[in-house]
């Protein structure tokens, strides 16, 4: 199988803040990425899908980019409310396969 | 609006069997496939299985394949995933999700599984 593998695990960071999350996969997936923000207790919440594609709702200051093995979440100004764990999700053939989480707390 | 509501979580003995289900509401349930993706205590999230909008497709994670199998009911607007032969490292919370665009994007709260004796 594919597997996912997310740097850094954790990172601290202020409020303004921008930020970078890197997920990379074991072989090519072409644009087949998505990615995920969970709060404590929470089911988690899509970001982006097929890599840079917005989910309805989820504000502009969330972007994604990359391409065949490599991707990143980019998160400019963070907000407090964007204070959570960040997994990415390999969607290009079964199984699919999340990274093991970035964790992004308050510096 | 949209809602997945996850039931049937509970304790049980390592070795026995479990049936999830997932209610769905404020959308066209039999249009969709459906994920279930489950997360350990204090860890990430692991994604299990899907099946296609009319069920007759389906995918397993390898470490539930042929011990756990995933259903649904469009009449009722229902998945189901049946859980067999428990170990304790299934103990997780369960959320099921909607798919669109080939990923989960809408997801229930979860339901809890301990397998414990």
């Given amino acids: 199988d594919i597997q996912m593998t997310q740097s850094p695990s954790s990172l601290s960071a202020s409020v303004g803040d921008r930020v970078t999350i890197t997920c990379r996969a074991s072989q090519g997936i072409g644009n087949d990425v998505a990615w995920y923000q969970q709060k404590p207790g929470e089911a988690p919440r899509r970001l982006m899908y097929g890599t840079y594609k917005l989910q309805r709702g989820v504000p502009s200051r969330f972007s994604g980019s990359g391409s065949g093995t490599e991707f990143t979440l980019i998160i400019n100004s963070l907000q407090p409310e964007d204070f959570a764990t960040y997994y990415c999700l390999r969607h290009n053939r079964y199984p699919f396969t999340f990274g093991p989480g970035t964790k992004v707390d308050i510096k | ?117």
């Avoid at chain 2, 039999?30 to 279930?36: R, V």
């Avoid at chain 2, 999230?45 to 497709?57: F, K, N, Q, R, V």
């Avoid at chain 2, 369960?94 to 301990?114: E, H, M």
């Fill in chain 2, 1 to 117: 609006q949209v809602q997945l509501v996850e039931s049937g979580g509970g304790v049980v003995q390592p070795g026995r069997s479990l049936r999830l289900s997932c209610a769905a509401s404020g959308f066209n349930f039999s249009y969709n496939a459906i994920h279930w993706v489950r997360q350990a205590p204090g860890k990430g999230l692991e994604w299990l299985t899907l099946i296609s909008y009319d069920g007759t497709s389906k995918y397993y994670a390898d470490s539930v394949k042929g011990r756990f199998t995933m259903s649904r009911d469009n009449s009722k607007s229902t998945a189901y995933l049946q859980m067999n032969t428990l170990r304790p490292e299934d103990t997780a919370v369960y959320f099921c999700a909607r798919d669109t665009s080939a990923t989960p994007d809408y997801w229930g709260r979860g339901t809890l599984v301990t397998v414990s004796s």
